[in-house]
């Protein structure tokens, strides 16, 4: 039976992704919390929780990612540990990994326009500065470095808000547990050479993988490819790659300068800052005829998807107005909860994962879309809470089960 469960101060209500490390969750506040707004629930996967090393530096990194508060960064609104699991409760970003877009694009034999590229790169390298330029309670540069910027760790919602996420993997000077000595995370295709090499990482790998992701963008290619793993690291490493305008005859001289700079085989040759990074392409920006803003990126996702967004959002609706059981009064035990699936602790639980992409693990194995008969909702479904189990109205049922669908081709 598929189940919406309560999980800590959070009901769940569907999955968003699975992979190696997490379960992320589509969820509401529960309604003793007074909030009724959606969130993406990461829950650390039971076999990591065991490993003190990888809880201490989860904890860590969470207390890192929960300090950046900026209009393009994934918001991180608490953190910790409920149900004898390790969670992160985010910001939900409905819309697409730019990933998704530059693949779609690609399907449609064309690239992200470079008005669209440009200001896309534009907010992610401010978020980048902000990160890069935080000081800690004492004063002290935090020396936060993301060490993952990829197309997958960028989120585009429907709104045109570009939004950087996962800064799981940061790494700050003072943290109190600190990786393996050599130990490399991220995408080898958007690693600096410093990265690859194993060397230390300062704010300007971040600058050099957003030049990847730039260059991604208005050419559909990533600079370097190779035949085989070695191959592609000594491509990175002698920075050898093709000038996006030898691909794409339509990026101007100004846009491929910014790449150029951002891909420099010498961290010191590339930019100083990612803010001067952004400065630069908000000066291409100016040259351009007409105003670029989030209204333009949010016009060029509804065309290259077809009412994708127009379509989950009454999925979203449908979720959001699910009636949520009475909290269990204080002094009354909960009966127990549902136990995981073996050895993965999941919850059984809807797939939502239509509905957003960019929550789960790098590089994991996208899910299927989900088939248009949705069986996982039916009248012997129910939201379990503390003492009482409720089954949906069928109401509800009608409205959640038709939004399930997702959009029609």
Same mark, same amino acid.
């Given at each position: 039976?598929?189940?919406?469960?309560?999980?800590?101060?959070?009901?769940?209500?569907?999955?968003?992704?699975?992979?190696?490390?997490?379960?992320?969750?589509?969820?509401?506040?529960?309604?003793?919390?007074?909030?009724?707004?959606?969130?993406?629930?990461?829950?650390?996967?039971?076999?990591?929780?065991?490993?003190?090393?990888?809880?201490?530096?989860?904890?860590?990194?969470?207390?890192? #990612?929960?300090?950046?508060?900026?209009?393009?960064?994934?918001?991180?609104?608490?953190?910790?540990?409920?149900?004898?699991?390790?969670?992160?409760?985010?910001?939900?970003?409905?819309?697409?990994?730019?990933?998704?877009?530059?693949?779609?694009?690609?399907?449609?034999?064309?690239?992200?326009?470079?008005?669209?590229?440009?200001?896309?790169?534009?907010?992610?390298?401010?978020?980048?500065?902000?990160?890069?330029?935080?000081?800690?309670?004492?004063?002290?540069?935090?020396?936060?470095?993301?060490?993952?910027?990829?197309?997958?760790?960028?989120?585009?919602?429907?709104?045109?808000?570009?939004?950087?996420?996962?800064?799981?993997?940061?790494?700050?000077?003072?943290?109190?547990?600190?990786?393996?000595?050599?130990?490399?995370?991220?995408?080898?295709?958007?690693?600096?050479?410093?990265?690859?090499?194993?060397?230390?990482?300062?704010?300007?790998?971040?600058?050099?993988?957003?030049?990847?992701?730039?260059?991604?963008?208005?050419?559909?290619?990533?600079?370097?490819?190779?035949?085989?793993?070695?191959?592609?690291?000594?491509?990175?490493?002698?920075?050898?790659?093709?000038?996006?305008?030898?691909?794409?005859? #339509?990026?101007?001289?100004?846009?491929?300068?910014?790449?150029?700079? #951002?891909?420099?085989?010498?961290?010191?040759?590339?930019?100083?800052?990612?803010?001067?990074? #952004?400065?630069?392409?908000?000066?291409?920006?100016?040259?351009?005829?007409?105003?670029?803003?989030?209204?333009?990126?949010?016009?060029?996702?509804?065309?290259?998807?077809?009412?994708?967004?127009?379509?989950?959002?009454?999925?979203?609706?449908?979720?959001?107005?699910?009636?949520?059981?009475?909290?269990?009064?204080?002094?009354?035990?909960?009966?127990?909860?549902?136990?995981?699936?073996?050895?993965?602790?999941?919850?059984?639980?809807?797939?939502?994962?239509?509905?957003?992409?960019?929550?789960?693990?790098?590089?994991?194995?996208?899910?299927?879309?989900?088939?248009?008969?949705?069986?996982?909702?039916?009248?012997?479904?129910?939201?379990?809470?503390?003492?009482?189990?409720?089954?949906?109205?069928?109401?509800?049922?009608?409205?959640?089960?038709?939004?399930?669908?997702?959009?029609?081709?």
């Amino acid at each position: 039976m598929t189940e919406i469960v309560r999980f800590g101060n959070y009901v769940l209500l569907g999955r968003l992704s699975l992979g190696g490390m997490a379960e992320v969750s589509l969820g509401r506040e529960s309604r003793d919390t007074g909030g009724e707004r959606l969130l993406a629930i990461k829950r650390v996967l039971p076999h990591l929780r065991q490993d003190p090393a990888f809880a201490e530096m989860f904890r860590d990194e969470s207390r890192i #990612a929960a300090a950046l508060a900026h209009p393009n960064i994934c918001r991180i609104y608490e953190h910790g540990e409920a149900d004898e699991q390790l969670f992160i409760a985010m910001e939900f970003i409905h819309g697409k990994e730019l990933r998704i877009l530059i693949k779609q694009a690609a399907h449609e034999q064309t690239t992200v326009p470079n008005h669209v590229a440009a200001f896309i790169a534009v907010r992610i390298a401010e978020a980048l500065d902000f990160a890069h330029s935080r000081h800690n309670e004492v004063g002290q540069p935090s020396c936060i470095v993301h060490r993952d910027v990829s197309a997958s760790n960028i989120l585009i919602s429907c709104d045109g808000v570009p939004k950087l996420i996962d800064f799981g993997i940061a790494v700050a000077k003072h943290r109190i547990a600190s990786t393996h000595a050599g130990q490399l995370k991220g995408n080898y295709g958007y690693m600096s050479p410093e990265q690859i090499s194993c060397e230390p990482v300062t704010a300007q790998s971040d600058i050099f993988s957003l030049g990847v992701v730039l260059y991604e963008m208005i050419t559909g290619k990533l600079p370097f490819c190779g035949s085989n793993e070695y191959d592609l690291v000594g491509r990175i490493v002698a920075t050898e790659y093709t000038p996006p305008s030898e691909i794409n005859g #339509a990026v101007p001289e100004r846009l491929a300068a910014v790449v150029e700079r #951002a891909l420099q085989l010498d961290p010191n040759r590339r930019y100083v800052r990612a803010g001067a990074m #952004a400065a630069d392409l908000s000066t291409f920006l100016m040259t351009l005829q007409g105003a670029v803003t989030e209204m333009t990126v949010a016009r060029y996702m509804r065309r290259l998807f077809r009412g994708q967004c127009e379509a989950e959002n009454q999925t979203l609706a449908a979720y959001k107005a699910i009636k949520l059981p009475q909290p269990t009064p204080a002094g009354q035990s909960r009966e127990r909860r549902p136990p995981p699936l073996p050895g993965a602790g999941v919850s059984q639980i809807t797939d939502a994962a239509f509905l957003a992409a960019g929550y789960g693990d790098t590089g994991r194995p996208r899910p299927p879309r989900l088939p248009e008969a949705v069986a996982a909702v039916s009248p012997a479904e129910t939201i379990q809470s503390g003492r009482s189990t409720r089954r949906l109205g069928a109401g509800e049922l009608d409205a959640l089960a038709e939004a399930l669908k997702g959009p029609k081709h």
